[in-house]
């Protein structure tokens, strides 16, 4: 099972500096446990310490937000594109 | 330092008045590695809010994605402050993932005046750096045309009328 997982350029340096890498995995949730496995630290800017997808950082399944597809239960198959990009946001305070 | 054209700046300052209580948002896109911003592209601010702005996750992969095709960066990413000066705030410095642009934050908080600062946001730390406006309409390899009787150094024949 493959799934391709588009890096941005802030997380490239978990993965080497590589923009795209392969992983496998069921749900999101596996696939971020299985990427972390060959890139420690990627799932830890991507997954809270209370086990929730960070709030600012935008995963995406096929184009379509995981926030609408069940979050870290999102269902993957095999052949789908993973896009993940920092969210960009601030404010005043 | 940021280098950025006249028109493309008046167009951000546009944008944020435009939004004004709200803040306003947008990126402006050129060629990889060139540092040149070249596509202004205003974005919708989904928090709608006159301290806190977001840019929508699907706009932002669109934008995103276009840019990869075009073979594009984020040059500058911008954003407004519509009641405090145009300096990165705490969430602001923390919160930037692109750490090759140039966070240019406009402040509109005086409605006769309009604040333009820019920095470099890397690691959650803000460094300022100076903004150079060019006025692209003044386009120094221009042919200029010149009407006999003054002085160019030479009269290029091949130029045509008008150019």
Sequence with gaps: MAIEVRIPTILRQYTGGAKVVNGSGDTLADLLADLDASHPGLRGRLVTEDGGLHRFVNIYVNDEDVRFLGALDAKLNDGDSVTILPAVAGGAA | ?163
């Design chain 2, 1 to 163: 330092m940021l280098t950025i054209g006249r028109d493309i700046l008046d167009a951000i300052i546009a944008h944020a008045r435009r939004d004004h209580p709200d803040e306003a948002c947008g990126v402006v896109a050129g060629p990889i590695d060139s540092d040149r911003p070249e596509r202004h592209i205003p974005m919708d601010n989904i928090e709608r809010s006159s301290t806190f702005y977001r840019f929508d996750a699907a706009e932002q992969l669109r934008v995103w994605r276009e840019m990869d095709d075009r073979d594009e960066e984020p040059v500058v990413i911008y954003h407004s402050h519509t009641a405090t000066e145009a300096y990165p705030s705490r969430t602001d410095s923390s919160l930037a993932g692109e750490p090759r642009a140039h966070y240019l934050l406009v402040s509109t908080r005086d409605p006769d005046g309009t604040e333009v600062r820019s920095f470099r946001i890397v690691e959650g730390t803000a460094t300022e750096e100076p903004v150079r406006v060019v006025d692209a309409s003044v386009d120094p390899a221009a042919v200029t045309t010149y009407m006999f009787g003054q002085s160019p150094a030479a009269v290029d024949y091949e130029c045509p009328a008008g150019r």
